[in-house]
């Protein structure tokens, strides 16, 4: 008598494991987010590699960008010049928002690629202000 019961029960487990894969599997994968993810510095070379997410010509992409520090600069001071210079945090996820407002509480954020070979990145405001110059050394879309 209890043999058929466990049976029934394995068959139902069973069956909704499977039920739940196949949900599982046909759900649409959530798009990343864009932005600018910084996801590498070596000290040795002064390169970062920064990982842009974004939607370019109305088709999402995913490019590496490998950079190095042209030149660090806060507020009034003088700029600092040099590989080393610039001060960007790995892991991070970068999101412009000087075109779509910043929330309450947020610092402002603007990054702009400048050219085929310069990324401009500008935090802050006022005497808080910090913008840092990177060369492009290479840029490349990922595949899907």
Same mark, same amino acid.
């Given at each position: 008598?209890?043999? *058929?019961i466990?049976l029934?029960a394995?068959?139902?487990a ?5 039920i ?5 599997? !046909?759900r %649409?994968?959530?798009? %990343?987010? %864009?932005?600018y993810?910084?996801?590498?510095y070596?000290s =040795? =070379? ?6 842009r997410t974004?939607t370019?010509?109305g088709?999402f992409?995913k490019?590496?960008? #490998?950079? #190095?520090?042209d030149f660090?600069?806060?507020a009034?001071?003088e700029?600092?010049?040099? *590989?080393?210079?610039c ?7 970068m999101?412009? &928002?000087?075109? !779509?407002g910043k929330?309450k ?8 690629e400048? !050219?085929?070979?310069?990324l401009?990145v500008t935090e802050?405001?006022g005497p808080?202000?910090? !913008?840092?110059?990177f060369?492009?050394l290479? &840029? %490349?879309?990922?595949?899907?």
């Amino acid at each position: 008598m209890r043999r *058929p019961i466990l049976l029934c029960a394995f068959r139902s487990a069973l069956a909704a494991l499977f039920i739940a894969s196949l949900w599982g599997c !046909s759900r %649409e994968a959530k798009p %990343e987010s %864009e932005g600018y993810r910084v996801v590498s510095y070596d000290s =040795t =070379t002064g390169k970062w590699v920064i990982i842009r997410t974004g939607t370019f010509d109305g088709k999402f992409l995913k490019k590496r960008m #490998t950079i #190095t520090c042209d030149f660090y600069k806060w507020a009034d001071h003088e700029p600092v010049e040099g *590989p080393r210079a610039c001060s960007l945090q790995v892991g991070r996820l970068m999101v412009p &928002n000087s075109l !779509s407002g910043k929330a309450k509480g947020q610092a402002f954020l603007d990054i702009w690629e400048m !050219s085929p070979d310069r990324l401009v990145v500008t935090e802050g405001e006022g005497p808080d202000m910090v !913008s840092q110059q990177f060369v492009v050394l290479k &840029n %490349e879309v990922l595949p899907d």
